[in-house]
């Protein structure tokens, strides 16, 4: 058995069902005390479609309110997510009429590929690569379809990695685009655009439609690369998403390769694993001991110093102190995952180069690209 026992939020961030989870996660519920919190955590984390799935599917028992809470966050993502399918089947099917190669990212493509369900995965928007050649063809085409798409009119516009964002309200629903000439923004140094991504594309369903994602190694670091961004929290769907495309993908996924060409990612999924764990076939394709979990300090825990918390939003010199305290102690699951140090690594390294030389790319970065806005140093547009 594992030597740490797995929380409910590790046990439900996978979007395959299995025996093994299916046990923890009894033992797990049979145990805890936190059923009046999680309705509100999990909506945080972006995981109530997904615990509900879960807790439905294994025949747990829990709580009546807490199981209608998470209930009606189903029923409302499942929506959502229909009327986001329809959305973007619609823009596939026009931009490839109109010869735009189109790339779905993020979340349009790993819900259909990866959730028995879409509506498990919830997203924001729907983010679609195209080149930076077509983008313009394609923001009119957007328009065409009855959406709001500005053109990029500021500066800070014209330095982002996509459009400014496209909507178009229907019903009961308001479907948000990006529209990406790169899949990252300008503070990760990554230019991954339709130029230079791997060939073939992985091709995929939406309600009938074709469409086209990453190759399964390159989608694989894009979804662990947004992790990195130091003002931005990170949920537990993300992780989720880790796991499905390690497990659902496993035979498409080139391991030596991603082994080679991202060690940082290689090395985070012992902390994914951690937290949640992986099926004994992507353990052996990443040298972990699928029975014997890896030990960390503060598993699940976020990132809590700034930039994620300001110092002006502290109400004493004791806070501020804590603040800086979290800032250059960051907890140490968190480190390991985040900047892809296994546990047979010291912190002393995480502590004295990782941590401090992403905040100064990522503060020089910003420094270059333009200067502080109102939302913040590190959470500048770009």
């Known amino acids: 058995m594992p030597t740490h026992r797995y929380s409910i939020y590790g046990l439900i961030c996978s979007p395959t069902l299995s ?79 109109a010869g735009i190669e189109s790339v779905v990212i993020k979340g349009g493509a790993l819900a259909h590929i990866l959730y028995a369900e879409p509506g ?76 230079n991504m791997m060939r073939p594309l992985r091709a995929y369903k939406v309600l009938g439609q074709t469409a086209h994602t990453l190759n399964p190694l390159q989608m694989l670091w894009m979804q662990y690369l947004g992790l990195r961004k130091l003002a931005e929290p990170l949920r537990y769907i993300h992780l989720a998403d880790l796991v499905g495309m390690a497990q659902t993908l496993a035979d498409e996924v080139d391991w030596e390769r991603l082994r080679q060409v991202y060690p940082g990612l290689w090395n985070a999924y012992e902390a994914v694993h951690a937290f949640s764990p992986l099926s004994l076939a992507v353990c052996e394709q990443l040298g972990l001991q699928p029975d014997n979990a890896p030990a960390m300090d503060k598993i699940g825990h976020d990132f809590q110093g700034w930039p994620r918390h300001g110092f002006s939003e502290q109400k004493n010199f004791s806070d501020r102190r804590q ?12 480190a390991r995952l985040i900047y892809g140090v296994r546990s047979s690594s010291s912190m002393a390294a995480i502590l004295l180069y990782h941590h401090p030389a992403a905040f100064l790319h990522q503060g020089l970065r910003r420094i270059y690209l333009g200067p502080v806005n109102s939302r913040g140093f590190f959470k500048a547009p770009v």
């Open 323 to 334: 603040l800086v305290a979290h800032t250059l102690l960051p907890p140490e699951w968190w």
């Open 19 to 97: 025996e093994k989870r299916a046990s923890l996660l009894h033992d797990a519920c049979s145990q805890t005390t936190e059923w009046a919190q999680m309705p509100q955590l999990a909506a945080k984390q972006q995981v109530g479609p997904l615990i509900y799935w879960h807790l439905k599917e294994y025949g747990i028992q829990y709580p009546t309110q807490v199981r209608r809470a998470l209930a009606a966050m189903y029923a409302r993502q499942k929506a959502t997510a229909q009327a986001q399918a329809e959305t973007l089947a619609e823009i596939v099917n026009t931009f490839t009429g």
């Open 120 to 195: 498990l995965r919830p997203m924001e928007d729907l983010d679609i690569l195209v080149s930076p050649q077509q983008a313009e063809q394609a923001r009119n085409l957007l328009v065409s379809l009855g959406f709001s798409a500005p053109a990029p009119s500021s500066r800070f516009d014209l330095l982002q990695h996509h459009y400014p964002l496209a909507q178009r309200r229907r019903g009961d629903f308001t479907v948000s685009v990006e529209l990406h000439t790169s899949a990252f923004n300008l503070l990760m140094r990554d230019k991954l655009s339709v130029d």
